[in-house]
């Protein structure tokens, strides 16, 4: 069972970026599908972007396309978040799937389709 670390939340105000980074503890994301997903309180956690585990696909929430970046190397998945809105307040988590396939459609924009979680970071968006 693999063991999700994320890091990188923090304070940013409307229009700037911050980066965040999702680790395994003690092993490597080697063979896993990543997602990015965010939560409010009371409401649903929804799917912000995934990466394929060879790195070569990707999918992103509408809202987030042309903004938001999703980007792996042998250890870490980074979501590089630019231009950030102050709906964007949430708490984000990185999710893993061991799976070779990847899905182009919202297959893995989906919690359900992540059997691995972090604890989340919170990342507030304000002025």
């Known amino acids: 069972q693999v063991q999700l670390v994320e890091s990188g939340g923090g304070l940013a105000q409307p229009g700037e970026s911050l980066r965040l980074s999702c680790e395994a503890s003690?092993?490597?994301?080697?063979?896993?599908?990543v997602g990015w997903f965010r939560q409010v309180p009371g409401k649903e956690r929804e799917g912000v972007a995934s990466i394929s585990a060879d790195g070569g696909g990707t999918k992103y929430e509408y809202s987030v396309e042309g903004r938001f970046t999703i980007s792996r190397d042998k250890n870490s998945v980074y979501l590089q978040m630019d231009s950030l809105q102050s709906n964007e307040t949430a708490v984000y988590y990185c999710?893993?799937?061991?799976?070779?396939?990847?899905?182009?459609?919202?297959?893995?924009?989906?919690?359900?389709?992540?059997?691995?979680w972090g604890q989340g970071t919170q990342v507030t968006v304000s002025s």
């Open positions: 003690g092993s490597t994301l080697d063979g896993y599908v």
């Open positions: 999710a893993a799937d061991l799976s070779e396939y990847w899905y182009a459609d919202y297959w893995y924009l989906r919690p359900t389709s992540f059997p691995y």
